[in-house]
């Protein structure tokens, strides 16, 4: 078992303890002190395991972004180019944009989307971080590198926290001390004052956090890989290319190019297969693994309900799709004849993926990501109601989307009809007859990504042969043929990010992180276009890849309830959820322009109050 979790109990205590009102106002009789118990947060952080805690708190928080039922990362891929909101049988989800993404809106449901949950979420890490960064010369430590290592760490959760929400919401409070008393006077502050400050703290961490933990905590590696994408929000591309430098070549760390593990003596699996296995993610000779949140089945506080990849990102294809001859072609029962629920899950296709992750990317047939038993294609899977056989001579072969005279056999393609990565949303489910996905370990970086952030950076700078030399190791090792160094833009970067880290990276942060560079520098895009700063919720990068690589928004596609695919330049940013903005009494939190309440803007700040 990973050490960071065994001590869930103590996590939950010190969570408590630390809670406190944030962003939002309060009751005042809330506020009363309750003797229900005498834990003491003064005497839990005289030891720096109690601190430690804290973090373990923050370790176990990030877990929540790709496990459950509609898990936020789902979320920022429909914010994206790759993929849309495919519930298509009700009103709610975001698929209209422009009507249904608003700051009053639900924005922290299973059943709408889950933007409010990355700011909730995204302040609680940064609480917990906090915690421990405040009280860090509390306790008594055996050396100086013991107490350095804990304040690392704290400052890696904290910048992990605040990368992610300047790049949802732009502009947001700065907060670098624990809040011990209700404080209802918050300012946002500069996206790039917050993104210095985190690149000093993490220059600090990777002199301190140590090179080898356990794959659920953090370490140099995964600090140096954060400090290379604030290094290139800050367009700092000398500085990420040291820092990314510092992961590929520090020794500790390799691209995996060669078979191994649980699945090392099957000749009918490959290098991508092995890279995706639940059992293979955090094992010790797996050198690829940067940061992992761990989920195991049987684990004391492991996520209820497990990663549920198989409901949310594989097809409804166990209904309404019929044979030629009319009849209901698929069923989701397990354990008969053709038993397809339990080799590819019980999809409900809510995340729908665009023909451009399905098919547009893919430029190379011998590409493992994409080759048959990695990458599931709808005429893969066959007709296997049972009440088929005997009466319908298609029972056994494999699904059609159209009968010989050009007639659909489904009622509904956005939901029922898309091809999968099948290695990567593949994970065994004991706990269920119909499964939807286990307990896993997930990546959250993986030197994959290192690659392709540092190619990015030798792109900025014009060294594109240096960049083909990155995205090259991307490529090779997944069987595809190198890109000739001329024909690297930040297109082709995004399109291997998109083929390497489907349903892994946050897509919608890493468009805006590469809209604001575009419009920072005023570099000419691959488009043609130049952006600005000044108007960049009118006009950005952002909202051009998204209409020029989507086959749904802006195009006129409806869902079955009515609903239509459409965004707009200004969803670059989300809308900061109106309780924060009006619990926050004494004080003024920006919102983003096209939302209600930006007209009430003050200049954010510019500087770290000291």
């Not at 797996?286 to 209820?304: K, P, Q, S």
């Not at 190198?482 to 390497?500: C, F, H, S, V, Y």
Request: with cysteine.
């Amino acid at each position: 078992m990973i050490s960071g979790y065994k001590n869930l109990k103590t996590i939950a205590a010190t969570a408590c303890a630390v809670t406190t009102i944030f962003l939002l106002g309060c009751d005042k009789a809330r506020l009363e002190p309750r003797p229900l118990s005498f834990f003491s947060p003064d005497k839990t952080f005289d030891d720096p395991d109690g601190l430690k805690a804290t973090l373990i708190a923050c370790e176990r928080n990030m877990r929540y972004e790709w496990f459950g039922d509609n898990p936020p990362i789902i979320t920022e891929a429909i914010f994206s180019d790759i993929a849309v909101e495919g519930t298509t049988d009700k009103s709610g989800p975001a698929q209209n944009m422009n009507l249904q993404i608003t700051p009053d809106a639900q924005l922290n449901s299973t059943d709408y989307n889950r933007i409010g949950w990355y700011w909730l979420e995204g302040y609680k890490g940064i609480k917990y971080a906090n915690v421990a960064i405040s009280r860090i010369n509390q306790p008594t430590y055996g050396s100086e590198a013991e107490k350095n290592a804990l304040l690392g760490a704290a400052y890696f959760h904290r910048a992990y926290r605040y990368y992610r929400l300047v790049h949802q919401f732009g502009d947001v409070p700065l907060i670098l001390d624990e809040v011990v008393e209700p404080k209802l006077d918050f300012y946002s502050t500069k996206r790039e004052v917050i993104l210095q400050k985190m690149k000093t703290d993490l220059e600090f961490a990777e002199q301190w956090v140590p090179a080898m933990t356990d794959k659920g905590t953090v370490n140099k590696g995964a600090v140096s890989h954060l400090l290379t994408k604030i290094n290139l929000a800050l367009g700092l591309f000398d500085d990420a290319i040291k820092s990314a430098g510092n992961v590929i070549d520090g020794g500790t760390h390799r691209l995996m190019t060669s078979r191994f593990g649980a699945h090392l003596g099957d000749p009918t699996k490959n290098l991508i297969w092995d890279l995706h296995r639940p059992e293979n993610k955090s094992i010790a000779n797996n050198t690829e693994a940067l940061l992992l949140v761990i989920d195991r089945f049987m684990m004391d506080g492991n996520f209820d309900g497990g990663i549920q990849s198989m409901r949310n990102a594989v097809p409804f294809w166990h209904n309404n799709i019929n044979t030629p001859n009319g009849s209901r072609g698929t069923i989701d029962t397990y354990n008969i004849e053709i038993d397809q629920v339990t080799r590819f899950g019980r999809g409900i296709g809510r995340l729908r993926p665009t023909y451009y992750s399905t098919d547009g990317v893919w430029d190379d047939k011998n590409d493992l990501r994409h080759a048959p038993g990695n990458w599931m294609r709808m005429e893969d899977l066959v007709y296997n109601n049972p009440a088929l056989k005997g009466k319908d001579s298609f029972f056994g072969k494999n699904l059609q989307l159209r009968t010989t005279d050009g007639s659909l056999l489904t009622i509904d393609t956005i939901r029922c009809w898309f091809d999968w990565p099948h290695y990567k949303l593949y994970v065994p489910d004991p706990e269920r007859v119909q499964p939807a996905g286990g307990h896993t370990d997930w990546y959250v970086f993986r030197l994959a990504e290192t690659h392709l952030l540092r190619a990015e950076a030798y792109f900025w700078k014009g060294d594109l042969a240096n960049a083909a030399k990155d995205l090259n190791a991307v490529r090779e090792r997944a069987g595809a043929a190198p890109i000739a160094a001329g024909k690297i833009n930040i297109g082709t970067i995004l399109d291997e990010r998109a083929r390497e880290l489907y349903y892994e990276e946050p897509r919608k942060t890493e468009l805006t992180r590469i809209a604001y560079i575009l419009a920072q520098t005023g570099k000419t895009a691959y488009n043609g276009k130049t952006y600005s700063l000044n108007n960049f919720s009118d006009d950005n990068f952002f909202y051009d890849r998204v209409i020029e690589k989507s086959n749904f928004y802006n195009k006129g596609v409806k869902t079955r309830h009515g609903d239509e695919y459409l965004i707009s330049p200004y969803h670059v940013l989300w809308p900061i959820p109106s309780p924060t903005i009006q619990g926050n009494t004494k004080g003024i939190i920006n919102q983003n322009k096209g939302y209600a309440g930006y007209e009430r803007n003050v200049p954010p700040l510019t500087s770290i109050p000291q």
